[in-house]
């Protein structure tokens, strides 16, 4: 069974500097995907970020990017110039592609999160 | 486009009672998922549907949850009786039935549970 472990409880940052939230998995699968969700307050989970296991480039999304290692099975976010809004739980998230078949597959395996917080 | 719909967005419930919650994905979307989110903990998948079939209710506790997605479209998860360790927030996501790619799921804004 896949697990995805995020060892970092709670963080905080200095507006406009970086932060790094680490993320790691453990499977036996070789094709699959990774995502960071973040969770304001409001509860709604909004996709930050994704990376397939088959790309060995980096994704990035405007202030946000992942170094992600497959080998060590390591999945970590890049937050830079960080803002009040970021300030929200931040998790990390493992997902094995869907069969032509449907299945399990395609179902989110979640880490227990890290609360980032933003100060001014 | 408009977003998953979630309601009510909360609900307190005394403990043997009886909940329902209802979910509307994005347009289109032909798969659907419950999740449950414990305080201080990831969300944890309940169920998935396809159109208006279950691929997935390993996790489901079945002796006092339902879900049904009867027409493929909207759906509703019951809890009955309810318990105090159902206190949670209820998320339903979709996602497009893209197979071999990268399918995100899209998030409504969830139902908080409370059980008294």
């Known amino acids: 069974a896949q697990t995805v472990t995020q060892s970092q409880p709670e963080m905080s940052v200095q507006e406009a500097e970086t932060v790094t939230l680490s993320c790691t998995y453990d499977t036996s699968e070789n094709n699959y995907y990774l995502f960071w969700y973040k969770q304001p307050p409001s509860r709604q989970m909004i996709l930050v970020i994704r990376q397939e296991a088959y790309k060995q480039q980096n994704a990035t999304e405007n202030r946000f990017s992942v170094n992600f290692q497959k080998a060590a099975k390591s999945f970590s976010l890049k937050i830079s110039d960080s803002q009040l809004g970021d300030t929200a739980m931040y998790f990390c998230a493992f997902m094995k592609p869907r069969s032509n078949y449907g299945g399990s597959q395609g179902n989110l395996i979640f880490g227990k999160g890290t609360k980032l917080s933003v100060k001014p | 486009e408009a977003g998953v719909a979630q309601s009510p967005r909360y609900k307190i419930i005394e403990k043997r009672q009886s909940v329902a919650f209802w979910c509307n994905p994005i347009?289109?979307?032909?798969?659907l998922y419950w999740y449950q989110q414990i305080l201080g903990q990831g969300p944890k998948l309940l169920i998935q549907?396809?159109?208006?079939?279950?691929?997935?209710d390993s996790q489901l506790p079945k002796d006092r949850f339902s879900a049904e997605r009867l027409k493929g479209v909207d759906s509703t998860l019951k809890i009955q009786p309810a318990k105090l360790e159902d206190s949670a927030v209820y998320l339903c996501?979709?996602?497009?039935?893209?197979?071999?790619?990268?399918?995100?799921?899209?998030f409504g804004p969830g139902t908080r549970l409370t059980v008294l």
């Open positions: 996501a979709s996602s497009t039935l893209f197979v071999g790619k990268s399918d995100t799921q899209y």
């Open positions: 347009s289109g979307h032909a798969t």
């Open positions: 549907f396809q159109n208006n079939g279950v691929v997935d």
